[in-house]
Structure formats: C-alpha cells, structure tokens
C-alpha cells in the first residue's frame, strides 16, 4: 500500500486548541485535521444538535413540492411514492410514505423491478400508477435525470415531484419540484445529503407546516442514518448529525423492521460500521435478490410477528447473494487471467448468466485484486448492465461521460456507476474505456493510498486516548476512524498466521521497551516473513477493541507492515 501522512496542523493551532479544550496535544492534532478549530465546533463535533439542522425551505423548489403535495391531499389524490431498490431508494419510501400516512390513507408505494424496469423512474412505473388513478408520484433517490420519463407522465395527467442527490444533467425534468442540493441553482448549505436525507428534508417541511419540530421525526432517523451509512456519504455537517441520533434510534427504539433484522443477530450495540456491514446488505438483499419492495414491506411493518418473517426470508435473500458474489468474483478474476488483462489499467468484464443483482458487490471485489477503476456487465433483456466502481482519486463518472457515445444512459457518483449499452457496443466500449483511464489517471493512484492521521509512539496508547477516540464516531468519509503509524516496533516473538487458509495476521508487538500489545491483520498474513528473527518492522494501524472470554483488552487493527 501506499503510505500518505495527512498534512499536520502547526505547533501553534495544536497549542491553542489543546489549552483550550484542556485535552491532550494528540486528541487536538486529530480534531484540526476534521476541521475542528475552537470550542464551539468542537462542542458541535462531540455532541451533534438537531439544532444544527437547516430549514428544508432553503432547498430550491422545497415550496414547490410542499404545496404540491397539501394541494393533492386536500382533494383527495392518490399519492404514489417512487424510490430506488437499493438501501437508499428503499428506507426513502418507507420514511416518507409512513409519515404520509399517519394523516392521510391515499399513499401507495412502489420499486421498480431491478431485472424487467431497471434503475429509477420507469414507463412501466407511470403506466402502473396511470392505471391504478394516482396523480402525484413522489419520486426517492432517483428521476434528476429522468427527463423523457416525466415528460410521459405529465402527457398522462400525473405531477411529477423528483427528491434526488445525484448530480443533474444539464437540463432538468419538468416536474412540479425538483428537490436536489447538487442543482447548481439550489443553495441549500449542505451539498452532500442521501436520497433518504432529501426525503427527511420533505418530511421536515410537512411536519412545520403542521405545527410539528424536528424533535418530532426523531423515530424516522433509524431510516436516515441506515441509508447514510449504506451510500457512503461523508459523515459531516448534517449527515452527522442525522447518523448520530438515527444511532440512538437504532440502539434504543428502532422500528419494528430494523427490530426484527437486528434480533436475529448477537450484538448489543450497532455503530455506523455495524450498519454498513450487517444491516444495510440485509435490506438491499432483497432487491439484489428478489424484489425491493420485500425491504419497504418490513422497514414499514407494525407487528413484531410479520416483521419476523419479512426479516427471515430477507436473511435468505442475504446468504444466497453471499454465495452468488462468490462464485461470479472467481469467475471475473478467471476472465481477466484467461483475457490476459492483469496489466490492464481497468477491469472490464461481461457474462450473460451472471445475476445481475450483485454485479456491483462483484466489482468492489475485483478492486481488491487489481485495484483500478472496474465495470461488471451482465445481459438485462436486450442491453448489458454494469456496475462501475472506481479507486480513491479517480472520476468514473466523468471517464464513463467521455465514453457516451456508446452508452444508452449512464448516472452516479465520482466513485460509483451504473450504465447500460447495446451488446454490439461492448468490445468498442471497453476499448475506449481502457484508452480513456489510462490517458487520465494518475498512475500512483493505481496503489492502494492508506491516509495516516500521524505517527505516535505505542507508549502513547491508553484505554483514555481509546474512550476518547470512540467519541469521534460516528465515522465515514470526511471523520474517518483515526489511523496511526508506529515505527521500529518488534514481534515479541508470538507472531503467526490465522483464520482460514491462514489469511490474517496475529502479533504482539513492543517498541523501545515499551508493554507489548495485540495486533491484528486481516489479509496480512503474506507479511509474516516481515516481522521474525527479532527484525524492526513499521505499522499502520486503527485502534480496537478485542473481546475473548468476557474479557475486553485494547489490540491494534493493522492496515499495512513494512
């Protein structure tokens, strides 16, 4: 990996900020590199306010779409609300159709087939709600692009109002209200909101209108914060505040679906990383697998009971998507060596058999082989759909914008896409594709950058520094967890490797006398040979907490050796 040291704030901010908060000189050193200058930032940094909230009537359009939506409750319309099948799409409906409901019975959901409509607003979605007399959809986490789809709908006498995060083309549809803080026209102050996080912007300007605070849509953030942490949106200014109370929803009362999912599981307490990794994969499961609207089914479920079954047919979903990713990873990394493409500056990968509810899982998989920018294309009915996954620095985005001219549509992130294009623009596609990256990246980007906060001695680290690190959460882009490097530091002669297929790293090091202390490296264990015969060795590395037999004792997650 490539080892980069963030910047350092001076001597003198560190002196100041640490006389100030009468903390010690490291804990002010990791605050200034989160942005945190003085006490009043630092109080909001330690204990995210609601009142830190903005109006959602700073949102362009957000009058707009308020009125639209009293206007058609006040005659009696059919309220249709349209999201994504994904953890953002899906907690977006349920968080706006059940506060809908809670006044009013005319709301119906809807998730469009990830096989037979694919992503976002659908003709077949429009033709449904058409047929069934809806009038006003709602459309979550998607429809910014949506241009030909809400023209149809309006042809069809059917308001169109989009709450969307993704970045606009350079016309938008004609909808009643276009809610989305990346407009370039929108100068709401916070850019980096969620699908879901727009929607609780929508609800926000409801309950005023109602009378209602935002202490009154506490219930809904478990909603909020799971889909924050599923988008890997950066967890600053509101997402932060939204993902830290969601957590306390989440941890004390959540709702009956996200209840019944983590009752199945052995763990007391969830953090942002539990989220990420053991909720949010559950609810998309089943639209990988099968349907989202399984995921709004049971985040909207009042009884403990059918909550219960949702989740266990969800948790199926879940185990046979695990076992497809595995067998589709083997068979992409089988194609790249049979393709003769490992030196390839992309990964770029077709099968027609392969499901495509996990061809985005498979593509993060493949960059963790060959780290460089990957595309994982399967059949859907007469096109090919990939998913696109980049690597830290580099715009997928803009390369796949370069090449359009062979795409049918394309949309997401600086990091993370989705496209299709007719078969017979494969080969041409992925020509251009591979010319396209490797005439723009930056080849040091091609290594895997581990980003180190700063180096400190291992005498440095005690079970106050790690309480207090624990209070920087909750953690994601933009507040990662703190990453430290240590050098010169020696096995104390325990060192071996563990897990299956002796994978993973366990040592115990020490550093100029220092106490020894436990360290662990997942896929580390090709690093063995670094660290015997008494040899001085450097380490990246988090900090954690090792729980065996009850017993709870401070060890380091190592990132890297050398």
């Given at each position: 990996?490539?080892?980069?040291?963030?910047?350092?704030?001076?001597?003198?901010?560190?002196?100041?900020?640490?006389?100030?908060?009468?903390?010690?000189?490291?804990?002010?050193?990791?605050?200034?590199?989160?942005?945190?200058?003085?006490?009043?930032?630092?109080?909001?940094?330690?204990?995210?306010?609601?009142?830190?909230?903005?109006?959602?009537?700073?949102?362009?359009?957000?009058?707009?779409?308020?009125?639209?939506?009293?206007?058609?409750?006040?005659?009696?319309?059919?309220?249709?609300?349209?999201?994504?099948?994904d953890v953002d799409g899906t907690t977006s409906v349920a968080l706006l159709s059940s506060f809908l409901k809670e006044?009013?019975?005319?709301?119906?959901?809807?998730?469009?087939?990830?096989?037979?409509?694919?992503?976002?607003?659908?003709?077949?979605?429009?033709?449904?709600?058409?047929?069934?007399?809806?009038?006003?959809?709602?459309?979550?986490?998607?429809?910014?692009?949506?241009?030909?789809?809400?023209?149809?709908?309006?042809?069809?006498?059917?308001?169109?109002?989009?709450?969307?995060?993704?970045?606009?083309?350079?016309?938008?549809?004609?909808?009643?209200?276009?809610?989305?803080?990346?407009?370039?026209?929108?100068?709401?102050?916070?850019?980096?909101?969620?699908?879901?996080?727009?929607?609780?912007?929508?609800?926000?300007?409801?309950?005023?209108?109602?009378?209602?605070?935002?202490?009154?849509?506490?219930?809904?953030?478990?909603?909020?914060?799971?889909?924050?942490?599923?988008?890997?949106?950066?967890?600053?200014?509101?997402?932060?505040?939204?993902?830290?109370?969601?957590?306390?929803?989440?941890?004390?009362?959540?709702?009956?679906?996200?209840?019944?999912?983590?009752?199945?599981?052995?763990?007391?307490?969830?953090?942002?990383?539990?989220?990420?990794?053991?909720?949010?994969?559950?609810?998309?499961?089943?639209?990988?697998?099968?349907?989202?609207?399984?995921?709004?089914?049971?985040?909207?479920?009042?009884?403990?009971?059918?909550?219960?079954?949702?989740?266990?047919?969800?948790?199926?979903?879940?185990?046979?998507?695990?076992?497809?990713?595995?067998?589709?990873?083997?068979?992409?990394?089988?194609?790249?060596?049979?393709?003769?493409?490992?030196?390839?500056?992309?990964?770029?990968?077709?099968?027609?058999?392969?499901?495509?509810?996990?061809?985005?899982?498979?593509?993060?998989?493949?960059?963790?082989?060959?780290?460089?920018?990957?595309?994982?294309?399967?059949?859907?009915?007469?096109?090919?759909?990939?998913?696109?996954?980049?690597?830290?620095?580099?715009?997928?985005?803009?390369?796949?914008?370069?090449?359009?001219?062979?795409?049918?549509?394309?949309?997401?992130?600086?990091?993370?896409?989705?496209?299709?294009?007719?078969?017979?623009?494969?080969?041409?596609?992925?020509?251009?594709?591979?010319?396209?990256?490797?005439?723009?990246?930056?080849?040091?980007?091609?290594?895997?950058?581990?980003?180190?906060?700063?180096?400190?001695?291992?005498?440095?680290?005690?079970?106050?520094?790690?309480?207090?690190?624990?209070?920087?959460?909750?953690?994601?882009?933009?507040?990662?967890?703190?990453?430290?490097?240590?050098?010169?530091?020696?096995?104390?002669?325990?060192?071996?490797?563990?897990?299956?297929?002796?994978?993973?790293?366990?040592?115990?090091?020490?550093?100029?006398?220092?106490?020894?202390?436990?360290?662990?490296?997942?896929?580390?264990?090709?690093?063995?040979?670094?660290?015997?015969?008494?040899?001085?060795?450097?380490?990246?590395?988090?900090?954690?907490?090792?729980?065996?037999?009850?017993?709870?004792?401070?060890?380091?997650?190592?990132?890297?050796?050398?």
């Amino acid at each position: 990996m490539r080892w980069t040291l963030k910047p350092n704030p001076t001597p003198q901010e560190v002196k100041s900020l640490s006389e100030s908060l009468k903390v010690d000189k490291l804990i002010a050193h990791l605050l200034l590199q989160r942005g945190v200058t003085n006490y009043e930032e630092a109080k909001r940094f330690f204990r995210p306010s609601l009142e830190d909230i903005h109006s959602p009537f700073l949102m362009k359009d957000m009058d707009k779409a308020v009125e639209s939506i009293e206007k058609a409750m006040e005659a009696g319309e059919s309220i249709l609300v349209y999201g994504d099948y994904d953890v953002d799409g899906t907690t977006s409906v349920a968080l706006l159709s059940s506060f809908l409901k809670e006044t009013y019975p005319n709301v119906a959901t809807y998730i469009p087939d990830r096989y037979t409509e694919g992503y976002g607003v659908s003709f077949q979605g429009i033709d449904f709600a058409s047929d069934n007399d809806f009038t006003l959809i709602i459309a979550l986490d998607c429809g910014v692009k949506a241009i030909d789809k809400v023209k149809y709908a309006n042809e069809k006498g059917i308001d169109f109002i989009i709450c969307d995060h993704h970045r606009p083309g350079e016309t938008l549809p004609e909808a009643v209200a276009v809610l989305d803080p990346k407009r370039e026209d929108c100068e709401y102050p916070y850019k980096e909101l969620c699908g879901c996080g727009v929607g609780f912007k929508l609800i926000q300007a409801l309950a005023e209108r109602r009378g209602e605070t935002i202490e009154d849509l506490v219930p809904y953030l478990d909603l909020v914060a799971t889909a924050i942490a599923a988008d890997i949106v950066p967890m600053t200014g509101e997402n932060r505040v939204l993902a830290y109370h969601g957590l306390q929803v989440i941890n004390s009362a959540p709702r009956t679906g996200i209840k019944a999912i983590i009752g199945q599981l052995k763990k007391k307490e969830f953090s942002i990383s539990d989220v990420v990794f053991v909720i949010a994969p559950r609810i998309n499961a089943a639209g990988r697998m099968k349907h989202g609207g399984h995921a709004v089914q049971l985040l909207v479920e009042e009884d403990l009971e059918a909550a219960q079954k949702w989740a266990g047919e969800i948790e199926q979903f879940n185990s046979d998507r695990r076992q497809l990713d595995q067998e589709i990873t083997a068979e992409a990394l089988l194609q790249i060596k049979e393709n003769a493409e490992e030196d390839r500056f992309t990964s770029v990968v077709y099968d027609e058999n392969w499901h495509k509810g996990v061809i985005g899982i498979v593509a993060s998989r493949l960059t963790e082989t060959y780290y460089r920018p990957t595309l994982v294309f399967t059949k859907s009915g007469d096109k090919l759909a990939a998913s696109a996954r980049s690597v830290k620095g580099f715009d997928v985005y803009n390369a796949l914008d370069a090449c359009s001219e062979h795409l049918e549509q394309f949309g997401g992130h600086k990091y993370a896409a989705g496209l299709t294009l007719m078969e017979g623009q494969y080969e041409k596609f992925k020509q251009q594709f591979e010319s396209v990256v490797s005439s723009t990246i930056d080849t040091t980007l091609l290594v895997p950058e581990v980003s180190v906060d700063t180096e400190i001695e291992l005498n440095q680290i005690t079970p106050k520094l790690y309480r207090i690190l624990k209070q920087f959460a909750p953690f994601g882009p933009g507040n990662m967890t703190p990453v430290f490097m240590t050098s010169k530091v020696t096995d104390t002669g325990y060192g071996r490797c563990v897990g299956e297929e002796e994978k993973h790293l366990k040592v115990s090091v020490k550093q100029d006398g220092s106490s020894p202390i436990s360290a662990i490296g997942f896929n580390l264990g090709n690093c063995k040979d670094k660290i015997t015969n008494n040899k001085p060795f450097d380490i990246v590395f988090s900090l954690d907490e090792n729980e065996w037999n009850g017993n709870v004792s401070l060890q380091l997650k190592l990132r890297d050796i050398r």
